[in-house]
């Protein structure tokens, strides 16, 4: 095999490549074992959704580095001769809109009813935000999008917030044990993933330039959380196999209507 192949895919990055690929073959494997009414329950689909997704785009971006005439055939159809290195196109759109779409939606799904509507608000405005932004070209989609991440991280941020305002008020919640709801897991690292993503986005370029070491520390802060928040969803996909370990939703029930 191509030594360049596998540096790329395995050596180049470990700590990004190999806890991602175990965790992408433990959710597969739970996800295959579940029943066929948990397969179709949003709980457990759109988690599995995101770890296939996350694996795919990953390791699209890995074989981007891998065939550079690829990578650089892609940057100048978009226009970028300047960096025909950057698969900054890739990450743009699959992590910082769809993958935003996604977790959004996972939020929506842990929110009570009354609450789900101000979500679905909130991914068409970013839809129509960030397409104005990105075919205007006030933010290229070969180059950093700081104004699309920010506004979609704040999104997050505010549909975090929903779940957590639903938990501390809602009667439901109050006679639940927070470290035994999954809903709260994937709340927390969530939000914490997107706002150190975020901070360090903004500060990446500075800090590689100014301090390399810091700018280093932080990236590999960046996918130790991606990595803790894709073993949540795992978690969450193999949950129904570990009885006894997490409580039952208080909009379990809820959610099997569509909002």
Same mark, same amino acid.
């Given at each position: 095999m191509d030594n360049k192949l596998i540096e790329a895919f395995f050596t $180049? !990055?470990?700590l990004d490549s190999i806890p991602m690929d175990v965790l992408m073959i433990i959710g597969l494997i739970y996800f295959l074992k579940l029943p066929k009414e948990k397969k179709?329950? &949003?709980h457990f689909w759109l988690p599995f959704l995101i770890l296939i997704f996350t694996f795919f785009y990953e390791n699209f #971006?890995?074989?981007t580095n891998y065939n550079y005439e690829f990578k650089k055939s892609v940057n100048e159809y978009f226009g970028? *001769?300047? !960096?025909?290195k950057f698969n900054l196109w890739l990450f743009n759109v699959a992590k910082r809109q769809v993958g935003t779409i996604l977790y959004l939606l996972l939020i929506k799904s842990w929110l009570e009813p009354s609450k789900k509507k101000y979500i679905n608000w909130m991914i068409y405005l970013f839809i129509i935000v960030a397409s104005f932004l990105q075919f205007t070209g006030i933010e290229p989609i070969y180059l950093n999008q700081p104004i699309i991440f920010a506004i979609g991280a704040n999104m997050i941020l505010i549909g975090s917030a929903l779940y957590f305002t639903g938990m501390i008020t809602h009667p439901q919640y109050l006679d639940k044990n927070p470290l035994k709801l999954l809903s709260f897991w994937q709340m927390t690292f969530v939000m914490f993933t997107f706002t150190l993503t975020y901070i360090s986005s903004v500060s990446l370029i500075y800090l590689y330039e100014a301090d390399p070491? +810091? #700018? %280093? %520390? +932080?990236?590999?802060?960046?996918i130790v959380m991606k990595n803790i928040n894709l073993g949540i969803l795992t978690l969450? &996909? $193999?949950s129904p196999f570990l009885p006894g *370990? *997490?409580?039952e939703e208080p909009f379990y029930v809820s959610h099997k209507t569509p909002a």
């Amino acid at each position: 095999m191509d030594n360049k192949l596998i540096e790329a895919f395995f050596t $180049a !990055y470990p700590l990004d490549s190999i806890p991602m690929d175990v965790l992408m073959i433990i959710g597969l494997i739970y996800f295959l074992k579940l029943p066929k009414e948990k397969k179709t329950n &949003i709980h457990f689909w759109l988690p599995f959704l995101i770890l296939i997704f996350t694996f795919f785009y990953e390791n699209f #971006g890995k074989y981007t580095n891998y065939n550079y005439e690829f990578k650089k055939s892609v940057n100048e159809y978009f226009g970028n *001769f300047k !960096y025909p290195k950057f698969n900054l196109w890739l990450f743009n759109v699959a992590k910082r809109q769809v993958g935003t779409i996604l977790y959004l939606l996972l939020i929506k799904s842990w929110l009570e009813p009354s609450k789900k509507k101000y979500i679905n608000w909130m991914i068409y405005l970013f839809i129509i935000v960030a397409s104005f932004l990105q075919f205007t070209g006030i933010e290229p989609i070969y180059l950093n999008q700081p104004i699309i991440f920010a506004i979609g991280a704040n999104m997050i941020l505010i549909g975090s917030a929903l779940y957590f305002t639903g938990m501390i008020t809602h009667p439901q919640y109050l006679d639940k044990n927070p470290l035994k709801l999954l809903s709260f897991w994937q709340m927390t690292f969530v939000m914490f993933t997107f706002t150190l993503t975020y901070i360090s986005s903004v500060s990446l370029i500075y800090l590689y330039e100014a301090d390399p070491v +810091l #700018g %280093a %520390a +932080l990236q590999q802060i960046d996918i130790v959380m991606k990595n803790i928040n894709l073993g949540i969803l795992t978690l969450t &996909i $193999a949950s129904p196999f570990l009885p006894g *370990f *997490f409580e039952e939703e208080p909009f379990y029930v809820s959610h099997k209507t569509p909002a």
